[in-house]
Structures are given as structure tokens and as C-alpha cells.
């Protein structure tokens, strides 16, 4: 291309979308279909020389930073596959008579709620396969904010300067609770009414608010027929409005504070390494977020979740077991399952038994996560800005703290399931409770005590070979078979 | 341009191949449903379709696109000693009594608050006396779901029926169980014993912890069981709880047997049933 043919400030009409990279002799003469059509565009709007620069930005390449990725596109697919879903739901508790093809219900006296999801279930074709992506997807969405939480807590990444997005994130999982508890509430099968009802008598234990706080969420003394639109409208609208935002205050901070990375190539405080935004890092998310949905449809297709013909429609005078909630509710049940039966009355106010396992302890929990980030900097003395990430054994308090975190949380979602332990244990369910109570004490501080006491000796041992400059010992090396049938070292160019 | 080396052209036919079995994988799905329909078929077609598509994008991305390390600087989000902050602030310095009127317009927000109070509290009525009462009244026979009464000889030795409020079949909070233990075997306080005649004794099915219906009943040990968190209780002392979370017993309904063999209420249940609140002593 004729230097003269450039425009003044470098940027032709079409090339938003070419790299960056490479002097401008190595692109080709004829403008393809794609440059066309974004020329087009570009000459209208002028975009294509800032998204040239935002193309440009360097993200640091990591399989841990992935995790995060895969819970927005869990959330894609969520939304994608909930508004599916509302076209056939109806947010409606009013009885009607069951008619439909599953036989074992005919004539049954149902929510129109309930026969709507079974008419979704039973006579829409692909209807259960979208309900049952829907629902898996929940399942992963909240195992990948796990393990994104887990990988931001024990690398340090809350610290300085990204403690407020750290807080926009567990906002994010909240609200991410709030999603799964009404979904779950949604189809009005006996399980999902039973959800209801505890949620009803947690409420009922605040004191002196408790009865207003039910009253005014339910409608009413429970069960009432109102509440599934209002749990409709908080799923379908309320909760998914906060979340998209929510989402995208998360997304945009993290590109305007530019991601955390880890030592070696080259990382230091002051830089980013990795691979530009385009086209390295958007062809790796399309795939994943692609790999991802096709997992989940695989998964959702032929492993059954769910099944609301099962459980029959919600009464309130029928309970059954085994009864759990999705895994990512399965520690409040625990907690709920492991309370002590106290309910003291002081100064006339009763504290009814939920109180302290239903409100208390995951307040505190949610608490000490939230406000961690401020209590490392004021522990540690460090307000300074960290861009580099740490490994976990560099930070053996932190670690520790989080190991014991996880402890607790394991031990509550397997409380969650202790009539189910029971059986597969063949203990009676109270000494299995037993056991859990006692451990939920122990675990934690037999957690913290050990993965202390490892990652200290870890990092000793990083830093006695540091002073006396002894080397560590050589890292593994990796030796790949060539075509001839010779071996070489994979790090080295054949 | 460079001629594309044997590895560049294996790896577009890979991607190719792949893109090209997620194409035949979707119309394929198409065609399952268009045949009636089967809904593992149509998700292992979907699946691959999606997984084509994901596997093809990733090998492009690792063998065909430059994948070197790019470097690019950080800076600070703001100068230490920028006065930015302060200039914003400052900008609307030239109120006198500037304290007064931020104080007065928190004040203005604390109303607008309360009057804003007003939509929220409509959500529900208030909690008043619902909570301490259920639907049973003296008088009043009780009914199995058909609204029929419940007769005493429908429940043998060992037997346990779920009973309603006459009128209110299916009523949440008035949901009864009328057990019958063998003779002598209730240990109720005296004044509860003329409650449970000839060993029919009725309790509260909505459990004293979370409100569930405690529908579990191990009739040897004559416990009931909560299946949502384990809480028992035991028949023959009260319902009085002897395991997990729940603390108050199963409030007891006053009952008698007449004539025809019907049970009938003696008034309501002994104390408030179902989950506790704050004031339930209050009843």
C-alpha cells in the first residue's frame, strides 16, 4: 500500500479487526469481504481506531484465570436458556387439575405452576433438555465461582488496588445465591415448596423483624398463593437486572485495573505479560465458552436433574426424604441440620433455634469473606499496590485461613446430605449428626493448623535456598520423542 | 506471503474437519427432531455441534495464531499527589453553612426513606395474631384430605393418620396427627392425659424448627421424625423432643372420641405451632 493512501491518524477504514502487529506491507492488496463490511461501518461510526487500541490490550495467560470465564459463560447460557423457560412457565399458584400425559398424576390437584413446567417437561419437544441445561448450568455457574473465588482468595488477588472489585464480586455471589434459591423455588414440586418453607422459618427467627420480614416477602402467613410471581419476578427480572450490571462493573474494572498475573516470563509489579486481546484472547474465550456449553448440554442431556414428576406437586402437609438442596445451598441445610435445639428467651425475646445456623453463622461467614481483604491489609501492614500474584505457600496465614474456610464449608454441605450418609454409612442419623457437629469444630482448626505448618515449611525452604544460594532443584524436564525416533528437551527448538 | 508449512495445513484440515462434523451434528439435530423427536439423541447432537465449534476455535487459536508474548506497562490508577479529588469537591466551595445544609438534606433522605416505607409495608399485612393461632376451634371434628371425618377405628394400634380442621382440609398450620400408641403407654402431664383418650393422641404436624411436616413415624419407638433436619420427637412424653434442632414439643391437640367414633377438638393446640419467632411466647 502507497504511504500517501493512509489517512493522517493511521487508521484505515476496515482494519478494526486486522492485528496490530507486523508492518503494513505484510497485509495483502485486495481489501477482503470482512474489511469491506467493516469499513462500511467504520466510516460511519469512527470506532475502528480506539477498538484498535482496546485490541491491543495485553491479558495475562493463564488456565486459573479461565474459572472466572466460565461462570460468565454459565451466566450466558442461563439467561440464554431462562428466557426459553419463560415462554412456557406460569408464575401462577392457583390450583388446577393435572391432565396431562403423565399418568401417574392425571386428575391430581396441582399449582399451575407446577402443570406448566410438567407441560414443559412432558409435551414440548427439547422442553426438559432445555430445563435440564438450565438447570446444570446452575450447577456449574456456582462450582465455577467457587474455584474463581478459591483461585482470587489463596493468590492474593483481593489485595490492593482491587478490593473494591473483589466486593462487586461477592455481591455478584450473592445475588448468584439469591438466582439458585428462587430458581430452585420456581416449579412448586413438593421439594422446591418444603425450600420455601424453610426459607419462611429462617425468616420468622430474626428477632423482633422476623414475622414483618416473612409477612411482607411471602405475602402473608405461609404458604401463601402469591409468592411464586414474586419469586418469578425477582429470578426472571430483579435479580438478572443486578447481576448484568453487576457482571459488567466486574468485567470493566478489571479492564481498567488490568489483570493480576503470576511471576516468571518476564512479570513484574509494573507490567503486563501475555497475549493481546485480539485475536489471541478472543478466539481461546470463544472456544472455551463453545467447549463449555457443549459439556454442560452433554451432561444436562443424559443425566437426569430435577425430576419434579418424582417429587409430585408441593403440599404442605407432605415432606419426603432423601431431600437435598442443589450443592451450592447444601451448607445452609447442614448448618439448619446441625443446630443445637436452644432457643433461650431474653429479656422476653426468643431466639428460635434456626436463628444462629439459618442467620448468624452464615452472616459471619459471608462477613469475614467480604471484609478479608481489609483485615489482611490491617494484619499485615500492606497497603501497598500488588499486581503479582503470590503463590499460596508465600502467604501461610491467608492460605490457612482459606484452607479452614473450605473446611467449614465442606463440613456443612456434608451435613447437608447426613440422612443420606447415614444410610450409605449404616449409622444411626444422629450419631452421623454427632460426628458433624464435633467436627465442624475440629476440622477448621486441625485444617488451619496443618496447612499452616506446610505452607511455612514450603516457603522456609524457598527462602533458606534463597540466603545460602544453594539452587533449587532443577524442575522436571520434559522430553519429547521427534519424528526420527530421537529424544530432545520439549523447552528447546528441535 | 510465506508458504504455509506441513503443520499449518494439518492443523486447518483438523479445524476444518471439525467445524464440518459440528455442521453435519446440527442439521442431524434438526433432522431427530423433525423425525418426533428424542431428547438424549438431540442433546449428544447438540453437544457436539457446540463441542465442534469450541474445538476447532481452540486449535485455531493454538496453531495458527501468533501466540508470543506481548509486554504492556501498568501505571497507578491515580498520582498520590494529584489533586483531583480536592478540585471536584471544591467545586461548589461557595456555600457558607455548607455543614447545616448536608445535615439538613440527610435529614430530607431519612423522610424520604420513611414515606418510601410505606410501598414495601403493603407488601404483606401485618403479622398480628395469624402466627399463634390455626383454624381449630372447640367443637370442631376432624377431617381427613376428602373432608370426611376420621374415625377412631380407622387408625389400629401402632397407627398414624395426618387430620384436618373440619372445613379446612389441607389446612398448612391446622395440619394435624392423630397417632394411637397401645394402652398405658403415654406418659402425658395429668391434665393432658383426659386429651388423649383410650391412647389416640394428637399433635401438631408442623415441626417446632424449621415448619416442616414431621412425616416420619417410628412406631416401635413411637418417634416421630422430621425429614427435612432430623429433628424427633417422642409420641409417648409430649412429643417432647429428643434429637436434633428442634427445642419445643409438638403442641398437643385436646381431643375426644364421641359417640359415633369421630374425634373432636376440645379448642386449639396447647402452644403455638410450627417455626418460632420472637414473641411466640406471647401467645
Given at each position: 500500500m502507497a504511504e500517501g493512501e493512509r489517512p493522517v491518524d493511521g487508521a484505515r477504514p476496515g482494519d478494526a479487526a486486522m492485528p496490530a502487529e507486523g508492518p503494513a506491507s505484510d497485509l495483502p492488496e485486495r481489501r477482503t469481504e470482512l474489511e469491506r463490511v467493516l469499513g462500511w461501518f467504520d466510516t460511519r461510526?469512527?470506532?475502528a481506531s480506539t477498538v484498535r487500541v482496546a485490541m491491543r490490550k495485553v491479558f495475562p495467560d493463564h488456565w486459573s484465570f479461565l474459572l472466572g470465564e466460565i461462570a460468565l459463560f454459565a451466566f450466558i447460557i442461563l439467561v440464554a436458556t431462562g428466557t426459553y423457560l419463560t415462554l412456557f412457565y406460569t408464575p401462577d399458584g392457583r390450583q388446577v387439575t393435572y391432565q396431562g400425559p403423565y399418568t401417574i398424576l392425571q386428575g391430581a390437584s396441582v399449582s399451575a405452576a407446577y402443570a406448566s413446567v410438567m407441560r414443559l417437561s412432558f409435551e414440548v419437544e427439547a422442553g426438559l433438555l432445555m430445563r435440564q441445561v438450565h438447570h446444570w448450568t446452575a450447577l456449574v455457574f456456582f462450582g465455577a465461582i467457587a474455584v474463581h473465588l478459591a483461585r482470587v482468595f489463596?493468590?492474593?488477588?483481593?489485595?490492593?488496588?482491587?478490593?473494591?472489585?473483589?466486593?462487586?464480586?461477592?455481591?455478584?455471589?450473592?445475588m448468584a445465591l439469591g438466582e439458585g434459591i428462587t430458581g430452585y423455588s420456581l416449579p412448586d414440586d413438593l421439594l422446591s415448596g418444603t425450600g420455601l418453607r424453610i426459607i419462611d422459618s429462617v425468616m420468622l427467627s430474626v428477632p423482633f423483624i422476623g414475622p414483618w420480614l416473612a409477612s411482607l416477602f411471602f405475602g402473608g402467613e405461609f404458604p401463601t398463593v402469591g409468592i411464586l410471581s414474586r419469586l418469578f419476578v425477582f429470578h426472571v427480572m430483579l435479580l438478572p437486572g443486578l447481576l448484568i450490571g453487576g457482571v459488567a462493573t466486574h468485567l470493566a474494572i478489571l479492564w481498567l485495573q488490568k489483570h493480576t498475573q503470576y511471576r516468571g516470563h518476564g512479570a513484574r509489579e509494573d507490567n503486563v505479560v501475555g497475549l493481546p486481546f485480539w485475536p489471541g484472547q478472543v478466539f481461546r474465550s470463544t472456544g472455551l465458552f463453545f467447549l463449555t456449553a457443549a459439556v454442560i448440554t452433554l451432561v444436562a442431556g443424559l443425566i437426569q436433574i430435577n425430576p419434579v414428576w418424582l417429587y409430585g406437586p408441593y403440599v404442605p402437609y407432605v415432606a419426603t426424604v432423601p431431600a437435598q438442596p442443589d450443592w451450592y445451598v447444601g451448607w445452609l441445610e447442614g448448618a439448619l441440620r446441625l443446630g443445637l435445639p436452644i432457643e433461650p428467651t431474653i429479656l422476653g425475646v426468643t431466639i428460635p433455634s434456626p436463628f444462629v445456623p439459618g442467620v448468624l453463622i452464615p452472616g459471619i461467614l459471608v462477613g469475614a469473606l467480604a471484609l478479608w481483604p481489609f483485615l489482611e491489609a490491617r494484619l499485615t501492614h500492606d497497603h501497598a499496590e500488588h499486581n503479582l500474584l503470590d503463590?499460596?505457600?508465600?502467604?501461610?496465614?491467608?492460605?490457612?485461613?482459606?484452607?479452614?474456610?473450605?473446611?467449614?464449608f465442606l463440613v456443612l454441605t456434608l451435613a447437608g446430605g447426613n440422612d443420606v450418609l447415614a444410610v450409605m454409612l449404616d449409622l444411626p442419623v444422629e450419631t452421623v449428626t454427632m460426628i458433624f457437629r464435633f467436627l465442624l469444630v475440629l476440622a477448621p482448626v486441625v485444617t488451619w493448623l496443618v496447612v499452616y505448618r506446610m505452607a511455612r515449611d514450603v516457603r522456609d525452604g524457598h527462602e533458606r535456598r534463597a540466603r545460602t544460594g544453594t539452587k533449587p532443584e532443577p524442575p522436571a524436564v520434559l522430553l519429547v520423542r521427534g519424528p526420527g525416533g530421537g529424544f530432545r528437551d520439549a523447552e528447546q527448538e528441535p | 506471503?510465506?508458504?504455509?508449512?506441513?503443520?499449518?495445513?494439518?492443523?486447518?484440515?483438523?479445524?476444518?474437519?471439525?467445524f464440518g462434523v459440528s455442521m453435519v451434528s446440527g442439521f442431524a439435530l434438526l433432522g431427530v427432531y423433525l423425525a418426533g423427536g428424542q431428547t438424549q439423541v438431540e442433546a449428544v447432537l447438540l453437544a457436539i455441534s457446540l463441542g465442534g465449534i469450541g474445538a476447532g476455535i481452540i486449535v485455531w487459536s493454538q496453531r495458527l495464531l501468533p501466540n508470543d508474548l506481548h509486554v504492556e506497562p501498568r501505571h497507578p490508577a491515580a498520582d498520590p499527589a494529584s489533586t483531583a479529588v480536592r478540585d471536584i469537591v471544591a467545586e461548589e466551595r461557595a456555600i457558607t453553612r455548607r455543614s447545616l445544609l448536608i445535615r439538613a438534606l440527610g435529614g430530607a433522605f431519612a423522610?424520604?426513606?420513611?414515606?418510601?416505607?410505606?410501598?414495601?409495608?403493603?407488601?404483606?399485612?401485618?403479622?398480628?395474631?395469624?402466627?399463634?393461632?390455626t383454624p381449630w376451634r372447640r367443637g370442631l371434628r376432624m377431617v381427613g384430605l376428602d373432608g370426611q371425618p376420621i374415625k377412631a377405628s380407622d387408625v389400629p394400634v401402632g397407627g398414624i393418620v395426618t387430620g384436618f380442621p373440619e372445613g379446612v382440609p389441607g389446612s398448612a398450620d391446622g395440619q394435624t396427627l392423630l397417632i394411637r400408641v397401645g394402652p398405658g403407654l403415654l406418659r402425658l402431664a395429668a391434665d393432658r392425659m383426659a386429651w388423649a383418650p383410650d391412647g389416640y393422641v394428637a399433635y401438631s404436624k408442623l415441626c417446632t424448627h424449621a415448619g416442616c411436616p414431621v412425616g416420619l413415624y417410628r412406631s416401635v419407638e413411637h418417634r416421630l421424625?422430621?425429614?427435612?433436619?432430623?429433628?424427633?420427637?417422642?409420641?409417648?412424653?409430649?412429643?417432647?423432643?429428643?434429637?436434633?434442632?428442634?427445642?419445643?414439643?409438638?403442641?398437643?391437640?385436646?381431643?375426644?372420641?364421641?359417640?359415633?367414633?369421630?374425634?373432636?377438638?376440645?379448642?386449639?393446640?396447647?402452644?403455638?405451632?410450627?417455626?418460632?419467632?420472637?414473641?411466640?411466647?406471647?401467645?
Open positions: 461510526l469512527g470506532l489463596f493468590t492474593g488477588a483481593f489485595r490492593k488496588p482491587r478490593e473494591v472489585n473483589y466486593l462487586v464480586g461477592i455481591g455478584l455471589l450473592l503463590p499460596p505457600w508465600r502467604t501461610p496465614i491467608r492460605t490457612a485461613t482459606g484452607a479452614a474456610g473450605v473446611a467449614v | 506471503m510465506n508458504h504455509p508449512s506441513p503443520d499449518t495445513r494439518r492443523a486447518e484440515r483438523r479445524i476444518a474437519l471439525s423522610g424520604l426513606a420513611a414515606a418510601l416505607a410505606i410501598p414495601v409495608l403493603s407488601l404483606g399485612p401485618a403479622p398480628g395474631r395469624s402466627l399463634f393461632q421424625i422430621c425429614p427435612c433436619h432430623q429433628s424427633t420427637f417422642d409420641v409417648l412424653d409430649g412429643a417432647q423432643p429428643v434429637f436434633g434442632p428442634a427445642s419445643r414439643p409438638l403442641p398437643q391437640l385436646p381431643i375426644r372420641i364421641e359417640a359415633d367414633g369421630t374425634i373432636v377438638a376440645l379448642g386449639d393446640f396447647t402452644d403455638t405451632v410450627g417455626p418460632g419467632f420472637w414473641n411466640m411466647h406471647d401467645g
